[in-house]
T-cell receptor, first 113, second 113 residues
Framework: DTGVSQNPRHKITKRGQNVTFRCDPI?????LYWYRQTLGQGPEFLTY????????KSRLLSDRFSAERPKGSFSTLEIQRTEQGDSAMYLC???????????FGAGTRLSVL | RKEVEQDPGPFNVPEGATVAFNCTYS??????FFWYRQDCRKEPKLLMS???SGNEDGRFTAQLNRASQYISLLIRDSKLSDSATYLC??????????????FGTGTRLKVLA
């Protein structure tokens, strides 16, 4: 399967714990995006990487959130000291160097108890 | 005012019906437009791009009106399998070259037998 891959698919954690999600984009795509989606809403942009450079971060991305893409391939999104309000689907997408259409992974569903 | 606005529905229509969804956007500098389909608890998948000249793909027709900042999707001869949430997506090019997506809340469609 050459699509966008996200792991884990589901994560249940207790409030205050740290969690990390991984995204492997389509191999020839240098652009990578993270979005968050809550029930009944469309996905909301969190951050964008072009190769290894993080070029944009949303105001939604508080200090507890950090994302990396160290070698310009896979990316990780870490949430420190999770809160119940962090419960959501975290979606990763990638697109080719020309921009254009984004292809989404199946997402990581986070539940904070 | 939200950047992208959609009627959340739900739209309940009988099989074979024609149904239309509308979407308005606020950023006149937006460059690309899409409709994505999202099934329950799944990732968004591209349905079609939207062009100023209008475009058609089988039973689906999309239109863009830049002057009114308005996008539409028409589904003819609805099938049970068309039941899903339809996400309107606007793709403004940011100062950093970001091609982030701005999503509407989505319009839920249920096609009834």
């Amino acid at each position: 399967d050459t699509g966008v891959s996200q792991n884990p698919r589901h994560k249940i954690t207790k409030r205050g714990q740290n969690v990390t999600f991984r995204c492997d984009p389509i191999s020839e795509h240098n652009r990578l995006y993270w979005y968050r989606q809550t029930l009944g809403q469309g996905p909301e942009f969190l951050t964008y990487f072009q190769n290894e450079a993080q070029l944009e971060k949303s105001r939604l991305l508080s200090d507890r959130f950090s994302a990396e893409r160290p070698k310009g391939s896979f990316s990780t999104l870490e949430i420190q000291r999770t809160e119940q309000g962090d419960s959501a689907m975290y979606l990763c997408a990638s697109s080719p160097p020309t921009g254009g259409i984004q292809y989404f992974g199946a997402g990581t569903r986070l539940s904070v108890l | 005012r939200k950047e992208v606005e959609q009627d959340p529905g739900p739209f309940n229509v009988p099989e074979g019906a024609t149904v239309a969804f509308n979407c308005t956007y606020s950023n006149s500098a937006s460059q690309s437009f899409f409709w994505y389909r999202q099934d329950c608890r799944k990732e968004p998948k591209l349905l079609m791009s939207v062009y100023s000249s209008g475009n058609e793909d089988g039973r689906f027709t999309a239109q863009l009106n830049r002057a009114s900042q308005y996008i539409s999707l028409l589904i003819r001869d609805s099938k049970l399998s068309d039941s899903a949430t339809y996400l309107c997506v606007v793709n403004p090019k940011g100062a950093s070259g970001t091609y982030k997506y701005i999503f509407g809340t989505g319009t839920r469609l249920k096609v009834l037998a």
